[in-house]
């Protein structure tokens, strides 16, 4: 079974800060890695996913993350964070046959401090 | 395009009652997941249902919990005899094929009294 964890349930940051939100998972087959963010008052939508390929992955808005298969992590990161990044963010794991859940975190809130 | 819808956004009903839950999801979406998000427990897996397929119904915390997915598009979660600990946001997600981005509506808010 898949398991992720998240060990930082708030983040404050002052903005134009860098920020890590880490995540870390368990599974024993290959996975697939997602970030989802959900801004204040707003639904959950992708930030980035990795599939295969590339270890680093990036969103058009800055944050990227990289698929550390040694330490089971999918830190999510970037250099220099806006007030508009706070919100919160969720990690998610699945696989690519067998089970169809999705395994969320429980979620990092990041909040940018002017 | 028009996003996934739910219905309603708020419900409160009281214990015991039966309640039900909609979802609309994106017009050929094959893909159609059902969450539970608690104040502080992230989202819980329910159930998911791909096209014609048996759902994957693991998550489903009781008895109590069903879905069903009426030809291969609106879905329906039915919690019969709520409790308290029932109380949360459900949401609804769809996409084109599993590992494809998952498109979340705004969920339900439900309030068991």
């Known amino acids: 079974a898949q398991s992720v964890t998240q060990l930082d349930s708030q983040v404050p940051v002052f903005e134009e800060a860098p920020v890590e939100l880490r995540c870390n998972y368990s599974?024993?087959?290959?996975?697939?890695l997602f970030w989802y963010v959900q801004y204040p008052n707003q639904g959950l939508q992708l930030l980035l996913k990795y599939l295969s390929g590339s270890t680093l992955v990036e969103s058009i808005n800055g944050f990227e993350a990289e698929f550390n298969k040694s330490q089971t992590s999918f830190h999510l990161r970037k250099p220099s964070v806006h007030i508009s990044d706070t919100a919160e963010y969720f990690c998610?794991?699945?696989?690519?046959?067998?089970?169809?859940?999705?395994?969320f975190g429980t979620g990092t809130r990041l909040k940018v401090l002017a | 395009g028009a996003g996934v819808s739910q219905s309603p956004s708020n419900k409160v009903t009281e214990k015991g009652k039966d309640v039900e839950l909609r979802c609309d999801p994106i017009?050929?979406?094959?893909?159609l997941y059902w969450y539970r998000q608690s104040l502080g427990q992230g989202l819980e897996f329910l159930i998911y249902?791909?096209?014609?397929?048996?759902?994957?119904k693991s998550g489903l915390p009781s008895d109590r919990f069903s879905a069903e997915r009426t030809g291969g598009s609106v879905s329906t979660l039915t919690i019969q005899r709520t409790q308290q600990e029932d109380s949360a946001v459900y949401l609804c997600a769809s996409s084109l094929k599993r590992e494809d981005t998952q498109y979340f509506g705004p969920g339900t808010r439900l309030t068991v009294l």
């Open positions: 249902f791909q096209g014609n397929s048996a759902p994957d």
């Open positions: 998610a794991v699945t696989t690519p046959s067998g089970t169809y859940k999705y395994i």
């Open positions: 599974s024993s087959v290959s996975v697939y």
């Open positions: 017009s050929g979406h094959t893909a």
